[in-house]
């Protein structure tokens, strides 16, 4: 399992969601499509993917006198640890509260989604059929 520290804000987030879509890309690029649209610098941008590299989410490599840059950790490894740090946050010590109000939120916006829930527990926990 690779070592790695996950994105810090939403702008790396996103600068890690182009780049796991472009596949590879140089910092320009990478400005392009994110940074451009949120009405930063080209230099904001740079220092974001520094910052990528130094969590070791992303690799960098020479081609044609350029650095390009590539995802180090896989999609679905991040969102993994991104969701294991939100609920740790959510749930705190005490966790029964917070998660009644999880199904009831989840309940209120998409009912079928906690049908869902209700067969990925069971899944989990060897009893379920298979969705």
Not at 48 to 63: F, H, M, T
Not at 76 to 102: H, S
Request: net charge neutral; proline share 5%.
């Amino acid at each position: 399992m690779p070592n790695f520290r996950l994105p810090a804000d939403e702008l790396e987030y996103a600068v890690l969601c182009a780049l796991w879509e472009l596949r590879s890309a140089s910092v320009r690029d990478l400005h392009r499509r994110v940074g451009e649209p949120a009405g930063l610098v080209y230099t904001t941008t740079a220092k974001v993917v520094d910052r990528l590299r130094d969590k070791a989410l992303v690799e960098r490599r020479r081609e044609a006198g350029a650095f390009v840059y590539t995802p180090a950790v896989e999609r679905a490894m991040v969102e993994r640890a991104r969701a294991r740090q939100l609920l740790a946050r959510f749930l705190g010590a005490g966790p029964r509260p917070a998660v009644a109000a999880l199904v009831d939120a989840v309940d209120d916006v998409d009912p079928a989604l906690l049908e869902e829930l209700e067969q990925a527990i069971r899944d989990k926990k060897g009893g379920g059929h298979g969705a």
